[in-house]
């Protein structure tokens, strides 16, 4: 907040007033921290407190919905980029973690894996196409 220089019996003193609350002082004099009470008349500050009510929630508000599973497992564009290569083809079984395509995103190759294993049921994109983030790429039965 202040800094100020204090001469006391031929002593200097560095201190800086941190914050005032009520009639107590946070000052730090030479690097130590005193919590100093001030007597006399406090000035009310101008600046308003804010104060929170809680918020108040609707019944149901924050729960985490379900969606309906369809036995689909859909992968998605992590990143907004460009399809490079196609690893798998509609037919292909696959396992968790394998690698089913490269995308550019960033001006790097990415490497698109799948988080279930199961059977490709359809190929949303081509090479060179352009996808954003979360943009279906491929579906997994």
């Known amino acids: 907040m202040k800094k100020y220089k204090f001469t006391i019996s031929g002593t ?3 201190v800086h007033l941190k ?3 009520d009639n107590v002082a946070e000052l730090d004099v030479n690097g130590t921290i005193y919590e ?3 007597h006399g008349e406090v000035k009310t500050s101008k600046t308003p407190k804010l104060i929170r009510k809680p918020v108040e929630k609707m019944p149901g508000e ?3 919905k379900k969606s309906e599973s369809t036995g689909k497992h859909k992968v998605t564009a992590p990143l907004p980029g460009t399809i490079l ?3 798998v083809s509609v037919g292909d079984v696959v396992t968790e973690g394998q690698n089913l395509m490269v995308m550019e995103a960033m001006k ?3 490497q698109v894996q799948t988080t279930k294993g199961g059977e ?3 190929i949303k994109v081509n090479v060179g196409d352009s996808v954003l983030q979360d943009d279906l790429l491929i579906e997994i039965a």
């Open 85 to 87: 290569k196609i690893n």
């Open 62 to 64: 924050g729960q985490i």
């Open 120 to 122: 490709v049921t359809a």
């Open 19 to 21: 914050d005032i609350e």
């Open 12 to 14: 200097e003193y560095d």
């Open 36 to 38: 100093v009470k001030i």
């Open 108 to 110: 790097m190759e990415n």
